[in-house]
């Protein structure tokens, strides 16, 4: 067929290495340098050691004479520079005579360049970047030379190779030598001594570390104070007792010899009073007559008992350990310098709130419950955080995780009262990042040095893991003082060992002050023992290169190859008959008739909604190149799917053919010209093929559709004498299938670990969205902390004050009131005088009890009991109290009497019986109590009820999140189905923000980096606002930009493909965070569950040489042809990449497709043909010819309807028009024709087969 109509089945893409240049005119393809060495030579053979090859070239360029711009003409010929600029601008337009004729008008030119002058010059421009424009002369002259060199006007091939040769720098000069790397991990090679060391704030972590450390610190210290007080009190009551014993006895001692005489004058008188009474008489004690003269009482002294107080603090000093005392000064709020300390002690005046050891517990425990409530503030949450965005629900990380390399630390200081010795000491809290938890901690050895020489060691260290950071707190506890910290330290060194057999350090000055220090890695002492698999070495990449300048390492990124991006077109081959479809019969002399209605009626409602949506492609980066057709994609979707990947396409926008080129480089005219044109034709072509279009149209459609046909068809055989058979066959179409080639792109390859990473640290970052967090469930929680108070509430056993307190806070929880451990009980009973006597023994009597709340035991008593004597020496006076089980008493010939004393009581509930009994007392008074203690039964029943109180309130809280995680839901399907591409987006600005950052420089102070900020500075102490925010305009502004424009368009960021490997390539202590994240959408669950992302990026058309130049030495090629590095692997890219595109990729095939078209195989339709159907008769396409299905001859019958034939003249003159005439040749074409007007081809074949055919 002359005219093939080609429609694109589906489109792929296939990935290889690139295949090595041809050696064959490689000479010829580059433009090798093939002058004599020169001063750039030497400088790089006799550098220094350790200097780059780029670093010798920069300083020899320094001393360089170069050509300037206008001496030009001095060095080169006039006709040779114009030469030069004729090729650049007509490299892709020339034809072979114009070149001819360029060429033999130069003549003899080439004797007149002087090569090495040349290629110095050229490499001058490209080491300091000076002149631009005199960079690209220098560059055109070479390729000039180079055609006059190896001209042949007979070759065109040679020709255009000659045209479009690539300069290339010689290896020897612009590649440095790379070493062979030791067996040993990365992090073990990274820039250890050239770092300083910085001087930071703490961190948040830092804060919340330091914060818990001192809390825990003061717990320990209050702790055991309150522990020393507890044995202080005994001694003190004990004491007391003794020395109040004592002092009532010696009063007793001195009061006798009073007594003595008052008794004996009383005893006088009444003996002479009874010599003078008569006995006879009878006695009346109301009668002043019959009783004694009275004897005044003596004045006995006031019994007086001074004892020291219970808050002695010189007592206290003598008997607490050295820190306690420290403490109790610090609670009391006393300056605990030595010089000012005895002065405020003497004058120190006792809290009326506090005159007791109890008060004295009570502000211990404020001081515990303070710590506590730090160490609460200060805990990090367990629950996983999801973010809300506009209803899209995201995972985030449950805690922030400081992302750091490996092994950057951070030590900051902190000054602490010692629990165990006394004075203010500093200790060191250390905080770095490990790889993986291979690096498990085994011993830490700290030494500080201090001005002298003199060296302190410690070796006690606590570790605190938070995913694979550790925090070791409290280094060196105990070993420096304050006052050694401010004066004498000069450096402290710490030492880790590692399980894996690694050792690492770090030493760092404080300069006095109690700021941390920072860096970005530590000393290695020893590597880990393990095998380390050699790292291969990654060709032509420079360790070193021009001063400021990075060159990426080529860690974690690769060089992949080539892709081709591939489409089977599909045409219409030709027409063949096909199976049989009917078969009809007329006998002879029959006549059949078939008549058919139809009738059709029906009345529809249609109710339909949909959307449309067209968006115009603006974006030069856009490309279409991946989409599929029909079910060919569906399939190819399919297959991508099961392996967890995708291409990512960025492309959105209205139809609109056209295009939007903006070049800004300082490239020729003609070469900047061909870019513009081919990347218009590239953006045109894209825009045809794409097409985004939803149709959204709502409507009501009621249809009633009444239709009737009616067929007749009969076959008239009544004439003739013969049976005739009409075969009806179905029409196939045969369709031709090709792979071609249609475009090439360099591929770099990125192994990025856990890709999701960075993306949970942002989420954690944005407070101002929407968070749900997942409540903990008390039972299960695991404290992160070394707290000295611990949170975890597995039963309801684990229920104290500590864990009531942090989660009654957390959950807001209604806790049922605590019971107190300690209560004490007690009544109290007046004794008076009854009116009895016995034997001169006036007395009283009484009884009662105490009542002891329900769910307490008694576990001591107290006895209190004072009484006043009736004077009457002449027996005994006593009193006795029964409490329980024990009894008190005391009986005297003195006076009054009074007992206060305490002993054991156990085992009693609900009451205590009381009872006493007076003698030769007139009246006293008697107190008793108990103190009493909670029973377990009591105990474990609140503790009961507060744990089921905090889990019901826990629970209420779960069933509250996910009533809001489901809300978040419902709308999160709404949103995804007005916008599919949300997770592809943030899956795309993740993983190419991780790329990015392997093929830049992370240092935030290097020059081409990203997070730059190009703002205007302001005054100190201006807040920046939205009327004073300026724009930097300098020279960092145009570098940055550059940089910026270079790294997002030089690679097609947008269409990178992507494929994620399971949870357990990350980091072993990440496993269970990445496998419980979930997510409704498959591919974004393989994202942020992903412990290994395979990025693939490919380079955009026309940006390969100068993305290879920036991976090998740094610098970006803002315009022009770039020069390429001697390497092999560049070269063969080179080469390929400037392949024609639109080539045909092996054998064609066909395929063969039913339609529901009928021909009748039978000759009474006048086909007199050979082939009935057209069909291309060109099978040389094709891989085997002889399967592709074909048309058959048609059998000729002359059996005809109704006999004889009665136009037979009108038929025999139309076989005689068909008949051929002539033959003649047209359009590549000898055809077979008729004599008839006009005339008709019956048959024709291609002058090139027929030449074949004949073996021409």
Not at 367 to 395: A, E, K, R, W, Y
Not at 1054 to 1074: E, H, T, V
């Amino acid at each position: 067929m002359s005219t093939e109509i080609k429609n694109t089945l589906f489109r792929f893409v296939t990935m290889r290495s690139p295949e090595l240049p041809e050696e064959t005119n490689k000479d010829k393809r580059f433009v090798y340098r093939i002058a004599n060495e020169s001063g750039f030579d030497n400088a790089v053979t006799n550098r220094p050691i350790g200097t780059s090859k780029w670093a010798a070239m920069k300083n020899f360029s320094e001393t360089f004479n170069p050509v300037k711009e206008e001496g030009i003409s001095d060095y080169f010929n006039h006709d040779l520079q114009q030469f030069a600029i004729w090729i650049t601008r007509n490299k892709y337009s020339y034809t072979a005579s114009e070149l001819a004729n360029k060429v033999t008008g130069l003549g003899n030119v080439l004797n007149t360049v002087d090569r090495t002058v040349l290629w110095d010059n050229f490499f001058y421009q490209v080491i300091t970047q000076k002149d631009f424009y005199l960079k690209e002369i220098f560059m055109q002259l070479l390729v000039a030379v180079h055609v006059l060199e190896n001209f042949d006007a007979n070759n065109t091939k040679l020709l255009k190779h000659l045209m479009n040769a690539k300069v290339v720098l010689p290896k020897k000069l612009f590649v440095e030598d790379v070493p062979a790397l030791p067996n040993t991990p990365l992090e073990a090679r990274s820039v250890e001594e050239g770092e300083e060391q910085t001087i930071t704030l703490p961190s948040e972590e830092m804060k919340r570390v330091q914060a818990i450390s001192q809390s825990n610190a003061n717990i320990e210290r209050h702790r055991k104070l309150k522990k020393e007080l507890q044995k202080v009190e005994k001694i003190y009551n004990r004491d007391y007792k003794i020395a109040y014993d004592l002092a009532l006895e010696q009063y007793e001692e001195d009061i006798k010899p009073i007594l003595a005489t008052y008794e004996a004058a009383l005893e006088a008188e009444r003996q002479n009073w009874c010599t003078v009474r008569d006995p006879q008489v009878p006695y009346n004690p109301n009668d002043p007559c019959d009783n004694p003269v009275s004897i005044p009482k003596p004045e006995l002294p006031k019994f007086e008992f001074r004892f020291k107080d219970q808050l002695d603090l010189a007592y206290f000093q003598s008997v607490l350990s050295a820190p306690s005392y420290e403490t109790l000064l610090e609670l009391l709020e006393i300056e605990t310098e030595i010089a000012s300390r005895s002065d405020i002690i003497e004058n120190f005046s006792l809290d009326p709130v506090m005159p007791s050891f109890e008060g004295l517990n009570l502000l211990i425990d404020d001081g515990i419950n303070h710590n506590t409530g730090v160490i609460i503030g200060n805990t990090p949450g367990q629950g996983n955080t999801s973010i809300s965005i506009g209803g899209v629900l995201i995972p985030a990380t449950g805690t922030l995780e400081i992302l750091a390399a490996p092994f950057a630390y951070q030590i900051c200081p902190k000054s602490y009262k010692s629990p165990t010795l006394a004075g203010t000491y500093v200790n060191f809290d250390l905080s770095f990042s490990t790889p993986d938890l291979s690096w498990q901690i085994i011993g830490v050895t700290t030494i500080t040095e201090s001005l002298s020489g003199v060296k302190t060691y410690g070796t006690d260290f606590t570790q605190s893991w938070t995913g694979n950071k550790v925090t070791l707190p409290n280094l060196h506890t105990n070993g420096l003082t304050e006052d050694e910290f401010y004066s004498t330290l000069k450096t402290l060194t710490v030492e880790i060992a590692f399980s894996n057999g690694a050792k690492k350090s770090l030493a760092v000055n404080f300069f006095q002050s109690l700021n941390c220090v920072s860096r970005r890695s530590m000393v290695t002492i020893a590597d880990p023992k393990q095998e380390v698999p050699e790292i291969p070495t990654i060709p032509s990449v420079p360790q070193t290169g021009s001063e400021g300048t990075f060159i990426p390492s080529g860690f974690g990124v690769r060089q992949l190859g080539i892709a081709d991006y591939k489409k089977v077109e599909q045409s219409i081959q030709g027409y063949v008959e096909g199976e049989v479809a009917a078969i009809e019969n007329v006998m002879a002399r029959e006549y059949k008739e078939k008549a058919t209605r139809r009738l059709r009626r029906s009345e529809n409602t249609t109710t339909t909604s949909s959307e449309s949506e067209r968006e115009q492609l603006t974006d030069t980066t856009s490309t279409t190149r991946h989409e599929m057709q029909n079910e060919v994609a569906k399939i190819i979707q399919d297959n991508k799917d099961f392996t967890a990947g995708t291409f990512f396409n960025a492309d959105l926008g209205k139809y609109n053919i056209g295009g939007n080129v903006n070049m800004a480089t300082h490239s020729s005219k003609e070469e900047s010209t061909r870019q513009a044109v081919t990347q218009a034709k590239e953006i045109t072509e894209r825009a045809m093929e794409r097409i985004v279009a939803k149709v959204k149209e709502e409507r009501i459609e009621k249809i009633i559709d009444e239709f009737e046909e009616n067929n007749k068809h009969g076959f008239d055989n009544t004439k003739g004498d013969k049976h005739v058979v009409g075969v009806y066959r179905w029409v196939d179409k045969v369709f031709k299938n090709q792979v071609v080639n249609y475009g090439k792109r360099l591929m770099f390859e990125f192994m990025i670990p856990e890709p999701a990473k960075l993306h949970f640290l942002g989420m954690a970052e944005n407070q101002a969205i929407t968070k749900l967090v997942e409540p903990v469930d008390p039972r299960t929680y695991k404290d992160p902390t070394n707290a000295a108070v611990k949170f975890n509430l597995e039963n309801y056993a684990s229920v104290n004050d500590n864990t009531v307190r942090y989660w009654a806070g957390k959950y807001n929880v209604e806790i049922p009131n605590k019971p107190e451990d300690i209560i004490h009980c007690g009544a109290s009973f007046g004794v008076a005088y009854d009116g009895t006597s016995a034997s001169r023994h006036e007395g009283a009597a009484g009884s009662g009890k105490i009542e002891i709340p329900e769910g307490y035991i008694t576990t001591q008593g107290f006895v209190n009991f004072t009484a006043a004597k009736d004077n009457d020496r002449q027996v005994y006076s006593g009193m006795h109290v029964t409490l329980g089980r024990v009894n008190k008493s005391i009986s005297s010939h003195d006076g009054g009497i009074w007992l206060n004393d305490s002993f054991p009581l156990t085992g009693y509930v609900q009451s205590v019986p009381v009872s006493y009994t007076m003698a030769n007392f007139f009246h006293g008074n008697v107190n008793v109590s108990v103190e009493c203690k909670l029973t377990n039964e009591v105990k474990d029943r609140w503790k009961k009820e507060t744990f089921k109180a905090i889990i019901d309130a826990y629970e209420d809280a779960v069933a509250e999140y996910e009533q809001k995680l489901a809300e978040e839901k419902a709308k999160e399907v709404t949103i995804k189905e007005a916008n599919s591409g949300f997770y592809r987006q943030i899956e795309n600005l993740i993983l190419r923000k991780n790329c990015i950052s392997y093929i830049i420089d992370q240092n935030a102070t290097a020059k081409r980096t990203y997070g730059k900020d190009m703002s205007k500075p302001l005054g100190a102490g201006v807040v920046k606002n939205f009327g004073n925010h300026e724009i930097q305009v300098d020279a960092n502004l145009d570098d940055y930009t550059a940089f910026v424009k270079f790294i997002e368009q030089a690679f097609e960021w947008d269409i990178m493909s992507y494929n994620f490997y399971p949870y357990y390539w990350g980091a072993r202590q990440s496993w269970n965070k990445l496998y419980q994240h979930e997510n409704n959408d498959p591919l974004f669950r393989s994202f942020i569950q992903a412990g290994m992302a395979r990025v693939i990026v490919t380079v955009k058309p026309g940006f390969e040489e100068a993305v290879s130049y920036y991976m090998q030495t740094g610098q970006i090629w803002n315009g022009g042809e770039v020069p390429v590095i001697e390497d092999k692997l560049f070269l063969s890219i080179v080469d390929e990449l400037n392949q024609t595109e639109g080539q045909k990729e092996g054998k064609a095939w066909a395929t063969r497709i039913p339609t529901s078209l009928t021909i009748l195989q039978a000759d009474s339709i006048g086909l007199k043909v050979e082939k009935a159907l057209p069909f291309d008769e060109d099978l040389s396409d094709f891989e085997d010819p002889t399967s592709v299905p074909q048309s058959e001859n048609f059998y000729v019958s002359d059996s005809l309807l109704s006999g004889e034939d009665e136009n037979l003249a009108e038929q025999v003159e139309e076989i005689a028009s068909k008949m051929i005439g002539k033959i003649a040749i047209e359009d590549g074409y000898l055809k077979l024709k008729t004599n008839s007007e006009p005339s008709q081809t019956i048959s024709q074949i291609t002058i090139e087969t027929l030449k074949e055919s004949m073996n021409f």
